[in-house]
């Protein structure tokens, strides 16, 4: 096993007076696609927040490249890590081509208020991306997937070894969650990035993704390849959902497709109330 990317030990944050992130400890392997997932409200994006340095932790340590972030500069931050947030947005008309070339900051001196118009990096970012041939567009004309596409070539611009994605295909359509998924898998394939990306398609985390961390109430479930972390039994303990699950036959991922909400089931009952045809994929 490789030595973690980025880990986080004993991870607590509270906000308001109530403590959202309970105790979390987590490894990163690097060169990898991780998935956070869970329920609506289990602390994913706040966990988020607190691997890259967004938010104050009230105990505990995140260590990037075995450096505590608590001592790295900003810029030296983004040298190494590129965060995408949920509904990146901007005003006024700026194109495509000054948008990514933000993601160059980390690399200026400081006396260099804007990065040059054309640098080889912002170049080859918008290229990766497939946005290249929008550059001068102003990026209020582009569809979701287009700026979303332009959000990942801004976070390629910083030439990070880490990149944080927190709900990348939100508001996509099903197209285009998939063109921008490809991507993702695409860059960690010919670059070597490591990601970690909070997503809520059970099957696609699967899919795309070599790790999986669960998360319920502000901590963590479970955590392991999809076939561990997505099992029928999994899914029904932390999603508190009845599923079928199957397997991909090109890629032999879990297909994970919802049935009903298992509201009243007790726990202990769910082995016996799997589909028969399902029992011998689990055990």
């Not at 403590?19 to 997932?37: K, M, N, Q, V």
């Not at 669960?214 to 972390?229: E, F, H, I, T």
Request: proline residues 6%; charged residues 20%.
């Amino acid at each position: 096993m490789s030595a973690p990317i980025l880990s986080a030990r004993e991870v607590r944050l509270n906000l308001g007076g109530h403590e959202i992130l309970h105790g979390i400890s987590l490894d990163f392997e690097p060169h990898r696609i991780h998935a956070i997932l869970g329920p609506n409200g289990c602390g994913k994006t706040t966990l988020v927040k607190a691997l890259c340095g967004a938010t104050k932790l009230s105990h505990g340590e995140v260590r990037l490249d075995g450096e505590s972030i608590s001592r790295l500069s900003a810029s030296a931050m983004a040298r190494k890590m590129a965060v995408v947030w949920q509904g990146g947005h901007i005003t006024g008309d700026i194109t495509v081509r000054r948008l990514v070339s933000y993601g160059r900051y980390a690399h200026l001196p400081w006396w260099q208020l804007r990065p040059p118009a054309h640098d080889q990096a912002v170049e080859q970012a918008m290229a990766r991306t497939g946005v290249l041939p929008m550059a001068e567009r102003r990026v209020e004309t582009l569809s979701g997937g287009e700026r979303q596409r332009v959000w990942l070539a801004a976070a390629l611009a910083q030439e990070p070894q880490l990149l944080l994605l927190d709900e990348p295909t939100t508001y996509l359509d099903i197209a285009h969650q998939i063109d921008i998924l490809e991507l993702v898998r695409d860059l960690n394939q010919t670059m070597g990035l490591t990601v970690i990306a909070v997503l809520h398609d059970l099957t696609q985390a699967a899919r795309y993704c070599d790790h999986c961390v669960v998360m319920g109430d502000g901590r963590v479930l479970r955590q392991g390849s999809p076939d561990q972390a997505l099992s029928w039994s999994a899914v029904a303990q932390d999603f508190a959902v009845d599923s079928w699950v199957t397997h991909d036959p090109d890629g032999q991922r879990p297909v994970i497709q919802p049935r009903r909400r298992m509201r009243d089931t007790d726990p202990e009952t769910w082995p016996s109330t799997m589909p028969a045809e399902l029992h011998h994929k689990q055990r």
